[in-house]
């Protein structure tokens, strides 16, 4: 093992003395570098705002983590967002339906990652966080956010491309979390 200069291994506590380490220089199960996406790789190094899209509310709530997000003013405003068709959120989105899109700040890496499935979330993302109720759906209480309703879904690429009317705006003094090389960075 060597140590990980980057600090992207974790940390292990040996007393008093906290070392990072890992196994592996590169990602063991990546393909060979002129194999790779070349769509993943520029997507992974445009920078991209970390959002959680809900709607619904109780027991029928449902959210994803989205970074696939544009923002469009006009009259009206609409945001458009990609979703995952396979996700709770991707099959239930239909016209007319209220979404909340919930801006993301620098702690809440770990609740985006539970969102995604990419975490455990004893009980369901929604009980890792305080939540406020909206006639768009649940947003993160304190958090920036928009309500939107959807007026159109479409196949696209891989995705479900959401586009929805604002018609709520809520800003917050936050720093936003954003996405870049398969990180968090605010």
Do not use: K
Request: aromatic residues 4%; charged residues 20%.
């Amino acid at each position: 093992m060597q140590g990980d200069p980057a600090g992207d291994a974790p940390e292990l506590d040996h007393g008093n003395t906290v070392a990072s380490v890992t196994i592996h220089s590169e990602h063991p199960f990546l393909p060979p570098r002129d194999q790779r996406n070349l769509v993943r790789q520029l997507r992974g190094r445009l920078p991209a705002p970390v959002t959680i899209v809900s709607t619904g509310a109780g027991a029928d709530r449902f959210g994803l983590t989205v970074s696939s997000i544009l923002v469009v003013n006009g009259d009206p405003a609409s945001v458009l967002l990609m979703v995952d068709p396979e996700s709770d959120l991707g099959m239930g989105l239909t016209v007319g339906a209220g979404i909340a899109v919930s801006l993301l700040t620098a702690d809440d890496g770990p609740l985006a990652d539970a969102f995604a499935g990419l975490a455990p979330a004893p009980g369901g993302p929604f009980t890792l966080a305080s939540w406020t109720d909206t006639e768009f759906g649940p947003v993160r209480a304190g958090a920036g956010w928009l309500g939107a309703r959807v007026t159109d879904t479409r196949p696209l690429g891989w995705s479900v491309q959401v586009t929805a009317r604002i018609e709520r705006i809520e800003l917050a003094d936050a720093p936003a979390l954003i996405h870049q090389h398969g990180r968090y960075r605010t």
